[in-house]
């Protein structure tokens, strides 16, 4: 477990932090920035956990605190370099495989889709709808981050399937997509 005795290390003033191993890395490397996003998500995600605590949302808040539990997790990978460092924290394919069991289950409850759906409806959705575009910062920083050195590729997946299952999660919390808010092409012309 981690205990933290001091909040400040004076560790960063000169623009590094260190990773896992130990070593130091710039703060806008493209890892840091990663994972930095990913840590913004989860923030996001805790604002939308403020419009999910009543009866109705039960379910929804659990998924939602599984999944910044998992973020933190995903986290720790990130700042881990490489893929086979012993005994590292990384994230597993049971999880990307329980996002999909989620977005499933959701997904066969919701309205169809006949048109691209604005942000919006009500406020855990909204948030939720921030959150899955953060989600997909974090995927397109980590990708990049992959190109140049060696990333967990399981944390890629974590990442697609977290933005569809923010959107679907959305989608469920606005009336299982019956208080979405549709995108009209040209309505403003």
């Known amino acids: 477990m981690v205990k933290l005795t001091r909040i400040y290390t004076r560790g960063g003033d000169k623009g590094q932090t260190s990773l896992v191993d130990g070593s130091r890395l710039p703060k806008h490397a493209l890892r840091i920035e990663a994972y930095g996003t990913v840590d913004?998500?989860?923030s996001a995600i805790g604002l939308a956990r403020?419009?999910?605590a009543g009866e109705a949302?039960?379910?929804a808040d659990a998924m939602?605190?599984?999944?910044?539990?998992?973020?933190?997790?995903?986290?720790?990978?990130?700042?881990?370099p490489g893929v086979d460092m012993e005994g590292a924290l990384r994230i597993q394919p049971s999880q990307v495989e329980r996002l999909e069991r989620e977005i499933d289950a959701l997904n066969a409850e919701l309205e169809p889709l006949n048109s691209f759906i604005l942000p919006g409806g009500?406020?855990?959705?909204?948030?939720?709808h921030l959150a899955r575009a953060v989600v997909r910062r974090a995927e397109r920083m980590t990708t990049h981050?992959?190109?140049?050195?060696?990333?967990?590729?399981?944390v890629i997946h974590y990442?697609?399937?977290?933005?569809?299952?923010?959107?679907?999660?959305?989608?469920?919390l606005n009336d299982r997509g019956r208080a979405d808010v549709l995108w009209v092409p040209g309505a403003n012309r």
Do not use: C, K, Y
């Open 64 to 80: 939602l605190a599984r999944i910044q539990n998992d973020l933190f997790d995903l986290g720790a990978d990130l700042a881990t």
């Open 145 to 154: 981050a992959a190109e140049q050195e060696a990333i967990n590729p399981v």
């Open 159 to 172: 990442l697609n399937r977290l933005s569809d299952h923010l959107f679907v999660l959305a989608r469920h």
């Open 50 to 52: 403020l419009h999910t």
């Open 57 to 59: 949302a039960r379910e």
């Open 40 to 42: 913004e998500a989860s």
């Open 122 to 128: 009500s406020a855990a959705s909204s948030h939720l």
